[in-house]
């Protein structure tokens, strides 16, 4: 008999960000797995639920806890916030049940921070784009410079998660001097921070000002490029529809 575990992203915080099938997914649970913040936004919501939780770096050991609560015959619950697959646990579970053959992994998608925090903001995605995450935990700091530099040179609007935090307070400055190489000072940027929670806002600048802003682990940074435009207060990056109607 297959045993199942659901990696679910919940979306940004709020039940109204939930996807359906998500609320579906931890509805039939008997047990849900996550880092205890996340845990913590959906347990109002499912409050008999058993709870798996671990720190943050614990993620191979929340795994490990999740597998063994699913090969005892509970049906589990992994989560993540926003999108189980954008730098969420949805990989790692697929790697670590690698070969084992009795458990059935499914992967239930959620609305990732650059949609949610991009749609605070107005539409700063609206062309083609790429999603680079500050955290040098896992990624060598020198691909991240890579990855900016050549972001900025190909015109692609970005959505960057995880731009600060305690242990790395200068990082997104050190992100936004690597952007200045090729951007100008007056690029339309965003950040949109406690997305769907308590105390969320939204904040449109310019790329030197973004320099200089307080971000921190819930914030998500928008930068856009040279066709990006603030409209009433509001980021938009055109797709050409108004000058290029007949084109798909």
Excluded at 26 to 46: H, K, Q, S
Excluded at 51 to 68: H, L, Q, S
Excluded at 90 to 107: N, S
Excluded at 133 to 155: F, V, Y
């Amino acid at each position: 008999m297959k045993r199942k575990i659901c990696v679910v992203g919940i979306g940004p915080g709020s039940a109204e960000e939930m996807t359906l099938r998500a609320a579906r997914a931890l509805e039939a649970a008997d047990v849900i797995a996550g880092y205890g913040v996340y845990n913590e936004l959906v347990r109002p919501l499912y409050p008999d639920k058993e709870y798996i939780e671990t720190p943050m770096r614990r993620e191979a050991d929340r795994c490990r806890m999740a597998i063994d609560a699913a090969v005892s015959g509970k049906t589990v619950a992994l989560i993540s916030s926003g999108d189980a697959g954008v730098y969420g646990m949805a990989g790692l579970m697929l790697e670590m049940t690698e070969g084992m053959e009795d458990i059935e992994v499914e992967v239930v998608p959620g609305v990732t921070a650059a949609l949610s925090g991009g749609a605070l903001l107005g539409a700063p995605l609206g062309h083609d784009f790429a999603v680079i995450s500050l955290s040098d935990a896992l990624t060598p700091w020198e691909d991240i410079e890579k990855r900016l530099r050549l972001c900025a040179q190909a015109g692609l609007c970005m959505a960057i998660y995880n731009p600060a935090s305690h242990r790395r307070p200068d990082y997104l400055a050190r992100a936004c001097d690597i952007l200045l190489e090729t951007l100008p000072g007056g690029t339309a940027c965003g950040a949109a921070a406690h997305i769907a929670r308590d105390g969320e806002t939204a904040r449109v600048m310019t790329l030197r000002q973004l320099r200089d802003f307080p971000a921190d682990m819930f914030t998500t940074v928008f930068v856009g490029n040279a066709n990006t435009r603030v409209i009433g207060g509001r980021l938009v990056t055109p797709r050409g529809y108004k000058s290029k109607e007949t084109r798909e």
